[in-house]
């Protein structure tokens, strides 16, 4: 077993680090400067920056996330699906740029007929989670969420669902958001907007009804980003719940995040006849990523 590394999620907008020594956390780094906002530094300067106080240790460095992607450091081959979970420590990258001992995690595919996507980072969160709550579907909710099916230890098919980003899009660059004033947390909204979207099978004949709403005295100004978030996050759940065809009271799906994101789709589930139980986030990735790293001495 390998009980001194160091693990990196670098993202899109974020990089975050964990010093591991005889196999416990002793220090962690935090960093705004993700793949698609490193300015004029190169990945490797915001690299050897982000590790600087724990050059002194020589041990091996795991990476997760974007910083695979080709908007990266380096563009590390997607795996593709079916695929086992197992077999990802196997296919590491060398980042070879670097005489450190640098490894980045590969990213997975969908390539059929009917299904085409990509994940980097979700794959690791997956194999911690795997770990602590084995389940068929999994939901990775976030700004492009994934639902996940696996049978065993493989990985068989995922989607994705954009409402994250679809969300900040709508509210700031359309006539939704449109001269809205500061937003404020409105549970009240949130549970109206969820309760439309879970019964709504056509989101798009209902976005305007947000402006309209609003204009027409119905929605606070102030609540408009929380109705929106709720009418977004229970159309995603009924409509994956009708993709994969689940059945209420089926078995429960594992959802994989933050307390906040929790916080707004459990209810959406919990509304959609959907039984779930939870894996926070952060746990997952450090123990998928733990787990990489001991099958390198495999």
């Known amino acids: 077993m390998i009980a001194d590394y160091i693990a990196v999620d670098w993202g899109s907008t974020n990089v975050r680090a964990w010093l591991y020594l005889q196999g416990e956390c002793v220090a962690s780094q935090h960093s705004p400067l993700g793949v698609t906002r490193l300015g004029e530094s190169t990945p490797r300067q915001a690299f050897e920056k982000l590790i600087a106080p724990w050059r002194q240790h020589q041990v091996p460095v795991v990476m997760a996330g974007m910083i695979g992607s080709d908007a990266g450091w380096v563009s590390v081959p997607y795996l593709r699906c079916p695929l086992s979970l197992n077999d990802i420590s196997h296919q590491l990258t060398h980042v070879t740029e670097t005489s450190d001992n640098v490894r980045i995690i590969p990213g997975i595919c969908v390539e059929n007929d009917d299904n085409i996507n990509v994940m980097r980072g979700e794959e690791t969160q997956l194999i911690g989670a795997m770990a602590h709550q084995p389940a068929e579907i999994y939901l990775l909710p976030g700004t492009h969420s994934k639902w996940v099916r696996t049978e065993g230890d493989t990985l068989r098919d995922f989607r994705t669902v954009m409402t994250g980003e679809l969300h900040h899009l709508l509210l700031n660059h359309s006539l939704i958001g449109a001269g809205l004033p500061e937003q404020t947390t409105d549970p009240a909204a949130f549970t109206q907007g969820m309760e439309q979207g879970v019964e709504e099978p056509d989101l798009v004949r209902r976005l305007f009804e947000v402006r309209a709403a609003r204009v027409l005295g119905k929605l606070a100004k102030t609540s408009v980003s929380d109705w929106l978030s709720g009418l977004l996050i229970g159309h995603e759940v009924a409509q994956m719940k009708r ?56």
Request: aromatic fraction near 6%.
């Open 243 to 298: 993709h994969y065809a689940l059945p209420s009271g089926s078995d429960p799906l594992v959802v994989v995040g933050s307390d906040s994101l929790l916080q707004r789709y459990l209810p959406a589930l919990d509304m959609a006849g959907l039984q779930s139980r939870t894996v926070d986030g952060e746990l997952a990735f450090q123990s998928g990523i733990r787990s990489i790293i001991n099958d390198l001495e495999n």
